[in-house]
């Protein structure tokens, strides 16, 4: 079971994300933990808020669509409406669209962490305020982090982005990990069915 759980968490996607991340101080890290939930609603917070209702909505629509099909897709598109509803937001429009207008970069995604690409160089131990939003699927994810690592820049194709970083999420919700974590395998079984596709037209050609 022990070893099922890290397979989960170690395994990693590369994906296209548009990402922002602010350096803190020691102090400024820990107060942005402790007095997380009072930031809650306010500007980028309330995308916070909203990402965690999401990922434990998103994990109860998932157990009852393999009970219940019918009612899952139900409760499935009348969630995808008030999404929709909620993106109408001003405030919450401005923060995502803010967050787009990055160019987007090539990143390895885990459910614990996150190898992106920095213009600068970060060292070990230093504490991010982190946002960033999947290209895919749109899922925006806002957390503290800390670099545990320096690698090669997962992004070749930007010249500017010159050092790699690793880095660790900090008190991530564990439903934001786990929808994290179901994305990632979404991602990666479509990728395989793509292969297979690939694979059977070039065996079986017209």
């Known amino acids: 079971m022990t070893n099922s759980l890290e397979n989960r968490r170690s395994f990693r996607v590369s994906e296209s994300i548009y990402l ?11 107060a942005g933990i402790d007095q997380r939930n009072l ?10 808020a909203l990402a965690d209702i999401e990922a434990r909505l998103s994990e109860a629509m998932f157990l009852l669509k393999g009970e219940h099909g ?3 897709r139900c409760i499935t598109l009348l969630n995808d409406k008030l999404n929709f509803a909620i993106e109408q937001l001003p405030a919450l429009r401005e923060s995502k669209t803010a967050l787009a207008s990055e160019t987007p970069q090539t990143c390895d995604v885990a459910a614990d962490g996150l190898v992106f690409s920095s213009k600068v160089p970060l060292k070990l131990g230093d504490k991010l305020h982190l946002r960033f939003l999947l290209s895919s699927d749109s899922r925006y994810v806002e957390t503290f982090c800390q670099v545990i690592r320096q690698v090669d820049p997962p992004d070749e194709s930007s010249p500017d982005l010159k050092y790699g970083i690793a880095v660790e999420f900090v008190d991530l919700p564990p439903t934001q990990r786990e929808i994290l974590i179901q994305h990632m395998f979404n ?4 990728t395989l069915r793509m292969r297979r596709l690939e694979l059977d ?3 079986n050609p017209i």
Not at 20 to 29: I, N, P, S, V
Not at 187 to 190: F, M, N, V
């Open 20 to 30: 922002r991340y602010e350096k803190l101080t020691d102090d400024e890290f820990r």
């Open 39 to 48: 930031r809650l609603g306010i500007n980028d917070g309330a995308h916070s």
């Open 70 to 72: 019918a009612i899952g």
């Open 187 to 190: 991602l990666e079984s479509q």
């Open 201 to 203: 037209s070039s065996e």
